[in-house]
């Protein structure tokens, strides 16, 4: 039987606690609970359709319901759902290492699957660790970039530096040092961006001279930090992040889970300054937005190092129950299959040209402080004063608004402290595009004023 949408509104209110979500508020909003969905769009229980602007919190790549991912799930559940990879291997997992392997960066051979971006992130950590400790040497501390976002476990958090999420665990977590991140529009005002950009190496080569030799690896999203508000750094700073870490020995861990798989208008954000870092963590995008999967690629170098007789026990302690499970392997398989097929990556550079014009209108804005973008990645700074560079006090929920009023015009969208964030699926048509742009203009003028 078809349950009513005000029931089970009402049962969302009584039992679902959602995720970075103020409960109180929610049980007064208005909810929206999606049914279908059908390419960039989606669809509510009310027969109501969404542009999804957000790729359903940046997962999804082709679309929803992508006939060639719809296909090999159906087909991999004919055969099997789940099958371990403790003590066994499956068949998707394996060509989809494969597969992993050949589109990143040079130098990463292995594939340590798990299910999230902050296993694969914790992962990357503890290989770190463990790889030091194997080659005899005590190095417990991380460097982290400041604002950085890796995901929600324990982990994760602390080498996470945004305030609001994680300042309350700070007793649970392990020691780190924080490095400066060159944000391209939040920098000292006196400051070109390629002296922002200098300063921001220099401190850190500064940390790195100190204390290296007690550093397993630093961790950095690549090019933009998607969390803290899509927050770019200047053209050149990966690389510098790099060289830096080849420099003092340090193990370069790149989380591309927001930004892999085309993101950026590349596979992986590391091509653009061609990084090869030593531990590189994915998954949002992975499965094309279908299934929880994740993985973590390591160099032959640190894989190396765990190998031993099984007295020596130099094993990788690590795993999770659905490791490598075959039905998010298979729709990760078919989805890399697509961007070969059809030529995800050429065919998006126009789009991503079509969607920066689209957006020069809001330039003028008053209240639009900043526009950054790569790629895919979109980020909408409101300001309260733009000549001065003045925030929006948080509590004025300036961006929250923006994106509650963008739902009378039929988008869907989710932002991020005072930033509006713009991330439509890959496969998202140009007319769509220019909906969108033009839908988030009239919700930026109407609840800005001007
Ligand atoms: C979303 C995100 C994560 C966490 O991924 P989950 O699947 O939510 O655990 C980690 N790193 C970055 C850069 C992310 O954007």
């Not at 005000?6 to 606690?17: F, I, N």
């Not at 963008?406 to 509006?420: C, E, F, K, S």
Request: glycine share 8%; with cysteine.
């Amino acid at each position: 039987m078809r349950k009513t949408t005000q029931y089970l509104k009402s049962l969302d209110r009584k039992h679902v606690w959602h995720p970075f979500t103020q409960m109180k508020e929610w049980t007064s909003d208005e909810i929206l609970v999606v049914e279908e969905g059908r390419g960039a769009w989606l669809k509510d229980t009310d027969g109501k359709w969404y542009l999804d602007g957000i790729s359903s919190l940046w997962v999804t790549v082709h679309g929803h319901r992508c006939k060639e991912i719809d296909k090999a799930v159906k087909k991999q559940i004919g055969q099997i759902a789940h099958s371990t990879l403790l003590g066994l291997a499956n068949i998707p997992s394996i060509l989809l290492a494969k597969r992993l392997i050949e589109i990143s960066p040079r130098g990463l051979k292995k594939v340590f699957y798990s299910d999230a971006g902050a296993t694969s992130v914790e992962i990357a950590l503890k290989m770190a660790h463990q790889y030091w400790h194997l080659k005899g040497e005590n190095r417990p501390w991380f460097i982290k970039f400041s604002d950085a976002y890796h995901g929600d476990t324990i982990g994760s958090v602390s080498v996470g530096g945004i305030k609001m999420f994680h300042d309350i665990f700070s007793d649970l977590l392990f020691k780190t040092y924080r490095a400066p991140w060159p944000h391209t529009y939040w920098k000292p005002r006196n400051y070109s961006l390629n002296q922002w950009k200098n300063y921001c190496l220099t401190q850190l080569e500064e940390l790195l001279r100190k204390k290296a030799k007690t550093i397993a690896g630093l961790i950095t999203e690549p090019l933009i930090q998607g969390a803290s508000g899509m927050a770019t750094a200047p053209a050149g700073f990966l690389k510098g992040v790099e060289q830096l870490c080849r420099k003092y020995g340090v193990l370069l861990i790149v989380d591309e889970v927001a930004t892999g798989f085309g993101r950026t208008g590349k596979m992986f954000a590391c091509e653009w300054e061609h990084v090869r870092p030593d531990l590189m963590c994915v998954a949002k995008g992975l499965t094309g937005g279908y299934l929880p999967l994740a993985a973590t690629l390591a160099t032959d170098k640190i894989f190396r190092a765990y190998l031993g007789k099984y007295s020596e026990f130099k094993t990788f302690f690590h795993g999770h129950t659905y490791t490598g499970n075959p039905l998010g392997c298979s729709a990760a398989l078919a989805s890399l299959n697509l961007f070969k097929k059809k030529r995800i990556l050429e065919k998006l550079q126009k789009k991503i040209q079509t969607l920066q014009s689209a957006l020069l209108p809001l330039k003028d804005l008053s209240h639009v402080g900043d526009i950054r973008q790569k790629g895919f990645m979109v980020g909408i700074e409101l300001v309260e004063n733009k000549e001065k560079q003045v925030p929006f006090l948080l509590e004025e929920k300036m961006a929250i608004k923006v994106c509650r009023f963008a739902r009378t015009q039929n988008v869907i969208l989710r932002p991020l402290g005072n930033v509006v964030v713009l991330m439509p699926p890959l496969g998202i048509e140009k007319k769509d595009i220019l909906y969108l742009a033009n839908a988030v203009r009239e919700s930026i003028l109407k609840i800005t004023g001007n």
